[in-house]
């Protein structure tokens, strides 16, 4: 069965730097699909960036940027130039690339410290 | 336009009784999720509907029972709520030929039972 660890329940950022959230994955599939969510306290899910796994560059959305390690099976989070705005929790999530399970992490809860 | 919608957004009820929670989708997708979130934030899956049928049932009490009339609509029904049943559920769709895309979640429904 496929799982998703994030190992860090929690997280804190000083506003303006950067910090990597960490999310690993447990897969025999060579071809399926990552994403990172972010709920705000509003609770509305937010997808902040998507990665297919049979590309190997980096997806990048604006200050968010992921390190995707295929051989390692981690999918870790980069947020530069933090803003108190992305205070959050933040969910790691797996889908294959057939059926319709998505498979979440237990989530990240990040401060940003102003 | 509002891609997945819940209704109501919060529930108070007492235990025993017996509540539903309304989700409609108008993102044309096939399939159709509830998730429930815990006071740890933890989001679990409880069932998914792909065209109408009911592909995921993870272990949930019988006392729920989810109802697709279309497509477009998953509607959760709870019977004899309990203490525990107290969370928030978290509606969301997706389209299963197109796994690159992400879920669309709902606003969530904030469930208290006293």
């Known amino acids: 069965a496929q799982t998703v660890t994030q190992s860090q329940p929690e997280m804190s950022v000083q506003e303006a730097e950067t910090v990597t959230l960490s999310c690993t994955y447990d897969?025999?599939?060579?071809?399926?699909?990552l994403f990172w969510y972010k709920q705000p306290p509003s609770r509305q899910m937010i997808l902040v960036i998507r990665?297919?796994?049979?590309?190997?560059q980096n997806a990048t959305e604006n200050r968010f940027s992921v390190n995707f390690q295929k051989a390692a099976k981690s999918f870790s989070l980069k947020i530069s130039d933090s803003q108190l705005g992305d205070a959050a929790m933040y969910f790691c999530?797996?889908?294959?690339?057939?059926?319709?399970?998505?498979?979440f992490g237990t989530g990240t809860s990040l401060t940003v410290i102003p | 336009d509002t891609a997945v919608s819940q209704t109501p957004k919060y529930l108070v009820t007492q235990m025993g009784n017996d509540k539903s929670i309304k989700c409609e989708q108008n993102l044309g997708h096939d399939t159709m999720y509830w998730y429930k979130q815990d006071s740890k934030k933890f989001l679990k899956i409880m069932f998914s509907?792909?065209?109408?049928?009911?592909?995921i049932n993870e272990t949930v009490p019988n006392r729920f029972s989810p109802k697709s009339p279309d497509k477009a609509h998953l509607n959760l029904h709870i019977n004899s709520l309990e203490l525990g049943d107290s969370a928030v559920y978290f509606c969301?769709?997706?389209?299963?030929?197109?796994?690159?895309?992400?879920?669309?979640f709902g606003p969530g429904t904030r469930l208290l039972v006293l």
């Open positions: 509907y792909n065209n109408k049928e009911l592909i």
């Open positions: 990665q297919e796994a049979y590309k190997q």
């Open positions: 897969t025999s599939e060579s071809d399926y699909y």
């Open positions: 999530a797996y889908r294959k690339n057939t059926g319709n399970q998505f498979y």
């Open positions: 969301a769709s997706s389209q299963e030929l197109h796994p690159q895309e992400t879920q669309y």
